[in-house]
T-cell receptor, first 113, second 111 residues
């Protein structure tokens, strides 16, 4: 299947700082990418759908000014957690839309102190 | 929002035994997919079954779909310790690969 990478794999930051997570599709062009959040031992919660060249579509309850998404190219989407707080600590996973399925990145573990 | 509900939430078996996980969903779907997630990692696509299909096989995996009951099952035969992971069902109601995930089943296979 297609390969999706995420960077960084884990990040620790201080409260109030911003953190950027990159999601890259390595061997195909992804016009649509998805960002999920996952709490320990829980399922994936879709945060937003990222469309190349246009604004992201956010799920209900997700603050778009808090979680900035940019999809400037067909192989890169970024999620920026602005003014991070401890409650933003979580596992963030991106995926790229394929023909009938999604190809997932390995995830980014964010810890906000 | 969560669509799928897997049961059991956790399953512990011995190597060589079969593992069965079930998934129920609420709305009509185009397809249903099963994913696997090792602890702290991303998801790996296992198998996709379309709404007009009733059963599908892939290696040691067997998936069934009953659209009248809005349910699916994943059977892993002759399980191995390496099968230890969380398994999620995900439904695509849009036809555009937008997925809604269930809560998952944590499978532990002991040697």
């Amino acid at each position: 299947g297609a390969v999706v990478s995420q960077h960084p794999s884990r990040v620790i930051c201080k409260s109030g700082t911003s953190v950027k997570i990159e999601c890259r599709s390595l061997d195909f062009q992804a016009t649509t990418m998805f960002w999920y959040r996952q709490f320990p031992k829980k399922s994936l919660m879709l945060m937003a759908t990222s469309n190349e060249g246009s604004k992201a579509t956010y799920e209900q309850g997700v603050e778009k000014d808090k979680f900035l998404i940019n999809h400037a190219s067909l192989t890169l989407s970024t999620l920026t957690v602005t003014s991070a707080h401890p409650e933003d600590s979580s596992f963030y996973i991106c995926s790229a839309r394929g023909l009938e399925t999604q190809y997932f990145g390995p995830g980014t573990r964010l810890l906000v102190l | 929002s969560q669509q799928g509900e897997e049961d059991p939430q956790a399953l512990s078996i011995q190597e060589g035994e079969n593992a069965t996980m079930n998934c129920s969903y609420k709305t009509s779907i185009n397809n249903l997919q099963w994913y696997r997630q090792n602890s702290g990692r991303g998801l790996v696509h296992l198998i996709l079954i379309r709404s007009n299909e009733r059963e599908k096989h892939s290696g040691r995996l067997r998936v069934t779909l009953d659209t009248s009951k809005k349910s699916s099952s994943l059977l892993i035969t002759a399980s191995r310790a390496a099968d230890t992971a969380s398994y999620f069902c995900a439904t695509d109601s849009s036809g555009y690969s937008t997925l809604t995930f269930g809560k998952g089943t944590m499978l532990l296979v002991s040697p």
